[in-house]
């Protein structure tokens, strides 16, 4: 094996909810985690002579030539500019697993896990996912103001972990300086997107609110508690359109935060035609029309399904999917017949709407 010629060691978040699933009743999936390694006492020079693939310039993070899992080489880092990519990066031979190490995050992301499974836990990593802490590793937090989302990301995706005090009060002090501001708006895209995929997306904005961290860049989120319970089916993009938020404050923000745009297309639908989908069957026939040819769904779909999603009750859900979903699968077999079928143009269009729409109501009238 090529890894039998490196000294390596499994980091980060498989070794973290390995943990959190052995020591706590609600399980993680360990499996599901990214398996991350770092090499110590190695070059670029050799993984690259033994088939692996450097990904990015600015950090020596390669790929495995097999497994494609990632391999870094052991670093340090020194700040030398603002924001998150503000660094000075050492990564030769001489760098140590415990120098690695001591540059992380959190003190659960900061373990490390030999070949022959013994563990390399010098900032007490261990007893925090015991007793449920999120706590910095050291003071050098503070140098990257991506970490206060990353925290707050970690407190939605781990329930029954919380904040350490002294790292609730290095988040506030970051926030409070502007260091936030720094970030680009898609790396707090991403953070955001990974908490609402979380268990618990609701301590998310609990935690930035706590430490002023929603000011800069989810304003629209401030005057929110944040004490509602999110739909454990729905997943991400779903639960970003059923925020309780208006539209133009959704829009807002995914437009600051360079959100891809089906995420604008989702909220505008929701506050569009969400209403014509939770009164089903009792809708009007030409609104139904209307609002189907608005959707395109006999083209494509999936915008429809999208909006199904946001139906509030499962039983609702599934009528719609039962009976509206196989209404467009019909409504794309109708035809005019043969004498109107000769008009051209926009007559013809308006024809075959009229008859789609007469198809619509005596679909609706035999429900």
Request: include cysteine; glycine fraction near 6%.
């Amino acid at each position: 094996m090529l890894t039998q010629k490196l000294e390596i060691y499994l980091v980060g978040g498989a070794v973290r909810d390995r943990l959190i699933s052995e020591q706590h009743a609600t399980p993680h999936n360990a499996a599901a985690s990214d398996r991350d390694w770092v090499v110590v006492g190695s070059t670029a020079e050799d993984l690259l002579a033994l088939g692996f693939v450097q990904v990015g310039k600015d950090f020596p993070v390669f790929l495995h030539p097999q497994t494609k899992e990632e391999y870094a080489l052991a670093r340090t880092e020194r700040k030398r500019g603002s924001g998150h990519t503000g660094f000075e990066v050492d990564a030769s031979p001489t760098v140590t697993l415990l120098e690695d190490l001591s540059r992380r995050d959190l003190t659960i992301n900061a373990i490390a896990e030999a070949a022959n499974g013994q563990l390399v836990d010098p900032s007490g990593g261990q007893q925090d996912i015991a007793e449920g802490w999120l706590r910095h590793v050291s003071g050098a937090f503070v140098e990257d103001p991506l970490r206060v989302f990353r925290v707050a990301r970690f407190a939605a995706q781990l329930p029954g972990f919380n904040v350490a005090a002294e790292t609730q009060l290095l988040m506030s002090q970051m926030c409070t300086e502007g260091e936030l501001r720094t970030l680009s708006p898609e790396r707090v895209w991403q953070e955001l997107v990974k908490a609402l995929a979380g268990p618990e997306p609701q301590r998310f904005f609990q935690v930035l609110a706590a430490c002023g961290g929603l000011t800069d860049w989810l304003p629209e989120c401030e005057a929110r508690t944040w004490d509602l319970a999110f739909d454990p089916r729905a997943d991400a993009m779903l639960r970003y359109t059923k925020l309780p938020l208006a539209e133009a404050a959704l829009l807002a923000l995914a437009d600051r935060l360079r959100a891809p745009k089906s995420i604008a297309q989702a909220v505008h639908d929701r506050f569009a035609y969400l209403s014509v989908l939770q009164s089903w069957p009792q809708v009007d026939a030409s609104v139904l029309w209307k609002t189907l040819n608005q959707l395109r769904a006999l083209q494509d779909p999936q915008r429809l399904i999208r909006l199904i999603g946001l139906v509030d009750e499962a039983e609702d859900r599934l009528r719609l999917e039962q009976q509206l979903l196989p209404l467009c699968a019909e409504l794309k077999q109708v035809r005019l017949d043969s004498e109107e079928a000769q008009l051209k143009g926009a007559e013809f269009g308006q024809a075959l709407n009229r008859q789609r729409e007469r198809y619509v109501q005596r679909y609706l009238s035999g429900l």
